[in-house]
């Protein structure tokens, strides 16, 4: 019987797939236990994830509220997550 090699081949992405723009910052804010625990729930009730839901907020009222000041030519990410 033929040995296994112990090294896994690295899994390439596939040319369909495209690269997720990593999220790398954090946003840490102060709320009362019961504000999280009930929109944490209300967030999984509805199949979804607190942050995408925050994120969405962000996206939505940076878009609603900037005149250029903040974002210039930056744009803003996609609606994806």
Same mark, same amino acid.
């Given at each position: 019987? %033929? ?6 081949? +690295?899994?390439? +992405?596939?040319?369909?797939? %495209? ?7 954090? &946003? ?13 729930? &209300?967030?999984?009730? &509805? ?28 744009? &803003? %990410?996609?609606?994806?997550?």
């Amino acid at each position: 019987m %033929p040995k296994r090699s112990a090294e896994k081949s +690295p899994r390439e +992405p596939k040319k369909s797939e %495209p690269k997720a723009k990593k999220k790398t910052s954090q &946003l840490v804010i102060r709320v009362s236990k019961e504000e999280r625990d009930a929109f944490v729930a &209300l967030c999984e009730d &509805l199949d979804t994830s607190a942050a995408r839901e925050i994120r969405h907020f962000m996206r939505r009222f940076v878009a609603e509220h900037d005149d250029g000041k903040n974002l210039g030519s930056v744009g &803003l %990410p996609s609606e994806r997550d």
